[in-house]
């Protein structure tokens, strides 16, 4: 007895995928990327959100180490003006291009002689990204405040 030849090509094995397994294989991918791809922006965004917290709070220490020597928020030991200008040539790392600090502009929102309000504002990428927090503000009492929808409890 003499099987049939068509009976022998189909024990041989397949190689390759099929477009099918193939199509499967992409929708899974593509729904493990939809769910995690967000939940991967807003952990960066919120990295970025405490680098700039402890920038502005290295800004804040400057400026209480300027006041312990000045008895002054305003002036510098030269007597000297103590403006956002002057701010920007502190040129602290924290602030710098290599550091996750550059997704703010660090400036002086009030400065006075007994008071300051320093303003962390969000630029780039940042921006269209926290508008939760928003711009993230630190007076000479430590008080904290946001610009944007989100509570101060949730955005420091």
């Known amino acids: 007895m003499n099987r049939p030849k068509r009976h022998r090509a ?4 397949r ?10 294989v992409v929708a899974i991918v593509g729904i493990l990327a939809a769910i995690a791809y967000p939940s991967y ?8 959100r405490r680098a700039g917290e402890a ?11 300027l006041y312990t020597t000045t008895l002054r928020y305003d002036k510098d030991a030269s007597g000297n003006n103590f403006n956002s200008a002057a701010l920007q040539a502190l ?7 290599q550091n996750t600090g550059k997704n703010y502009s660090y400036v002086f929102e009030s400065v006075t002689q007994s008071t300051y309000m320093l303003k962390a504002a969000p630029i780039d990428a940042q921006q269209t990204r926290d508008a939760e927090c928003g711009t993230l503000k630190l007076d000479q009492t430590g008080q904290r405040y946001v610009t944007g929808t989100g509570t101060v409890s949730d955005c420091w």
């Open 91 to 97: 040129n602290m790392d924290c602030a710098s291009a």
């Open 55 to 65: 920038c502005l709070s290295n800004y804040a220490t400057y400026m209480e180490r």
């Open 15 to 24: 190689a390759g995928f099929t477009l099918i397994e193939l199509v499967v």
């Open 41 to 48: 922006v807003k952990s960066i965004t919120r990295t970025q």
């Open 10 to 13: 189909r024990s041989k094995s």
